[in-house]
T-cell receptor
């Protein structure tokens, strides 16, 4: 079946540090890939997405590139802020029918001043 | 435009009690889903619906029932609560576009349920 593996957390960084959160996937079809973010006490919200190989999704300074050859979709940001502290979920979905979403287990990021 | 709303935000139940978690969306989305979020396990799909009158089971459906009588509402019923159902529950919706790439899901704020 489909699955998403992302790096264990928590990740603690100082403000302005570089962020990478690794995500790899296995899928039976050709998936679309997503990063969702969950701020404390809130539901998940879409951060960025990519729908085909070599696409780069970007939003709020975050980027991720769909790498079909390595089945990866790593999240990066050049300079994190305290306000980026949240839990980040990598996810995939296959076209067709209901389009079930498979989520990773989430990576908690804490940014300290 | 309220998006996806859930009630209640918090709930404490005793083992064996029943309750309904409410979910509503005002975006006219066809697809709606219920997830539970547990530490170290990400989000797991409980039930989903592709339109009014159509529901199906997800990964972890046991102990839960759903119905979808309108496009807007998708309540989740716990028939006889058990401590294993202590979790945070999220409702989500998305619009359908047959033949197109998957769309983003819009999530509600969640219901934190404790079963004693």
């Amino acid at each position: 079946g489909d699955s998403v593996t992302q790096m264990e957390g928590p990740v603690t960084l100082s403000e302005e540090a570089f962020l990478t959160i690794n995500c790899t996937y296995t899928a039976t079809g050709y998936p679309s890939l997503f990063w969702y973010v969950q701020y404390p006490g809130e539901g998940l919200q879409l951060l960025l997405k990519a729908t085909k190989a070599d696409d780069k999704g970007s939003n709020k300074g975050f980027e991720a590139t769909y790498r079909k050859e390595t089945t990866s979709f790593h999240l990066e940001k050049g300079s994190v802020q305290v306000s980026d502290s949240a839990v980040y979920f990598c996810a995939l979905s296959i076209s067709g029918g209901y389009q079930k979403v498979t989520f990773g287990t989430g990576t908690k990021l804490q940014v300290i001043p | 435009n309220a998006g996806v709303t859930q009630t209640p935000k918090f709930q404490v139940l005793k083992t064996g009690q029943s309750m309904t978690l409410q979910c509503a969306q005002d975006m006219n989305h066809e697809y709606m889903s219920w997830y539970r979020q547990d530490p170290g396990m990400g989000l797991r799909l409980i039930h989903y619906s592709v339109g009014a009158g159509i529901t199906d089971q997800g990964e972890v459906p046991n102990g839960y029932n759903v119905s979808r009588s309108t496009t807007e509402d998708f309540p989740l019923r716990l028939l006889s609560a058990a401590p294993s159902q202590t979790s945070v529950y999220f409702c989500a919706s998305s619009y359908s576009s047959p033949g197109a790439k998957p769309n983003e899901q819009f999530f509600g704020p969640g219901t934190r349920l404790t079963v004693l």
